[in-house]
């Protein structure tokens, strides 16, 4: 079983940066394999960013540009630096494998707000 912490989150104004990490642990194949999600207020629990097959990345349409995922495979630790927030940012970050999925951690708040 694998589990994760995710940090990070707190409350930014809009046009602000923060950096989330997600620590896993457990019986944990790669880090690549591990991909951030969000849940939107009142919204279903989305894909944000993920690691490719190809060694490339992946970004949802509303994070591209502004949003970057990088891993540590020494720390088991995957990142996601998001730059340029807004408040539709808002919601809470998970980490989780799309291939491979586990229970879900208890994610980070994010709150973009003036």
């Known amino acids: 079983q694998v589990q994760v912490v995710e940090s990070g989150g707190g409350l930014v104004q809009p046009a602000g940066s923060l950096r989330l990490s997600c620590a896993a642990s457990g019986n944990i194949i790669s880090v690549n394999t591990l991909a951030w999600y969000r849940r939107l207020p009142g919204k279903e629990r989305d894909l944000v960013a993920a690691?490719?097959?190809?060694?490339?990345?992946y970004y949802a349409d509303s994070v591209k540009g502004r949003f970057a995922i990088s891993r540590d495979n020494a720390k088991n630790t995957i990142y996601l630096q998001m730059n340029s927030l807004k408040p539709e940012d808002t919601g809470v970050y998970y980490c989780n494998s799309p291939k491979r999925p586990f229970s879900w951690g208890q994610g980070t708040q994010v709150t973009v707000s003036s």
């Open positions: 690691f490719t097959k190809t060694g490339g990345t």
